[in-house]
């Protein structure tokens, strides 16, 4: 059997595991086992499932010839460059493409919804997000108060509409 | 130099070590791979700020100023990662003076935070690399999404970032072949083993690392969970195993011609001395030979190639080096 990452070498390593109830089974030759982080188990720290799977996001189903290709406004990256390449660009690459790059996020981990720690929470840890929801509001609303201060109609207008937005997801 | 896999921790006799992983990025800044070198070098000193002014036993080390052998020694000890040994442009490291947390700056991700314990100490490694991860949080602000949690340069590691590995020494259930179905057992509950399943030699020492696969719609504390309670059932199994083998007298034979070459050898590759180290290490653990398991736990990093030529401050040959590793096997073993 030819390794399944360069096709040209024996595979002498295998690999079984189970990504979200698929059952998959990895053929690698020595040195792509080396360079993926298997043979030497001192390396396999930093080990990324991505680093081989560059293709485990799903091609975009229509691609119209002559569209204009969508990218990233913070970072450049398309939806295309990201399936090609595996990575992300950036942080609001994920907001951008999120209903694109969804069904992969299901595929490699079964879930779609994040359950644990939440970032940027001031102590203690367990501050449930409504509280913070509150909070942010309760700091629009003064920004709102400001902007009417300082005449500025649009700015008052755009915070009135996300105040109204947030109550009522809430 | 650092002792953390030195010491003899919690189910030392079959656990070497512990470590706890946080994928983490900035929110205002692209992933490493659309980033650019000035930004990455500032991102990276607004990084050490951070946790500089909090942490006085850690340091900051450009990995550009890092000589090519001392970076790889760095990886066979566990403080970075084989990838980040490679080419170095901007890439940093922030290391406790004990060796046991350590941050990569522009690995995959902007920091990959890790923390180490000897044995199995998931709870006391997570709080450690817990305090360093929230010294930074409160200064930058963390890619976040309220859906997908921690925003990562690549997919696999959404939702914690966080990835727990247990460092085993599984010696008997190796002998017995069961690390296969062992492998495929676990991974069916969301959790991966490496090491060598191929054919021929087993230069890993038959040791053996298992971590969780799946951070997206997992708490940090259930992942921790799941995993100690595997760890621990392998354990047993081990333990019982090597009840079995060690009533075996041409496996008890083989443990001792071990330790015999390991004591008079005059070369030794790493590769034979990870066999070989193997066997003398469940005979210190289960007391057969009297021998502190501490003193073998070091050596297992410490005879790494690299490791070998930074303690000498040399970049000796593979035979040169052969026979030093050799010499000094003897002395710590006393011969």
Known sequence: ?170 | MGKWYRDFGPEGDVVLSTRIRFARNIREYPFPFRLDEDKKKELNSRIKDAVLSDNENMSFIEMESVPAFQTVSLAERHLISPEFAGPSKSKALILSDEEDVSIMLQEEDHLRIQAMEAGLDLEKAYEKAEKVEKDIGRVLNYAFDERIGFLTQCPTNLGTGMRASVMLHLPALTKQGLISRLASTVSKLGLVIRGAYGEGSQPGGDIYQISNQITLGISEKEAIFNLESIVKQIISQERNARKELLSDESYLDSIFRAYGILKYARKLTSNEFMKLISLVRLASAEKIIDIDTEKINAMIPDMQPATVNVRNSSMLDAEERDKLRAKEVREILGE
């Open chain 1, 1 to 170: 059997m030819l390794c399944q990452n360069c096709k040209k070498h024996e595979a002498t390593t295998h690999i079984k595991s189970v990504v979200n109830g698929e059952y998959t089974q990895l053929h690698l030759c020595s040195d792509c086992a080396g360079k993926l982080g298997y043979t030497d188990v001192f390396s396999g720290f930093g080990f990324d499932l991505g680093d081989f799977f560059g293709n485990f996001f799903s091609k975009p189903k229509t691609m119209l010839s002559g569209s204009k290709v969508e990218r990233c406004e913070k970072c450049g990256m398309s939806f295309e460059e990201i399936v090609k390449t595996g990575k992300i660009g950036c942080a609001d690459c994920y907001e951008k493409f999120y209903e694109m790059l969804l069904p992969s996020i299901q595929r490699i981990h079964g879930k779609t919804q994040h359950n644990g720690k939440v970032a940027n929470v001031t102590e203690p840890d367990e501050v449930k997000k409504e509280k913070t929801k509150e909070e942010i509001i309760a700091e629009l609303q003064e920004e709102m108060k400001v902007a009417i201060e300082e005449q500025n109609f649009e700015k008052a207008a755009e915070l009135r509409d996300k105040i109204k937005g947030m109550e009522s997801e809430m």
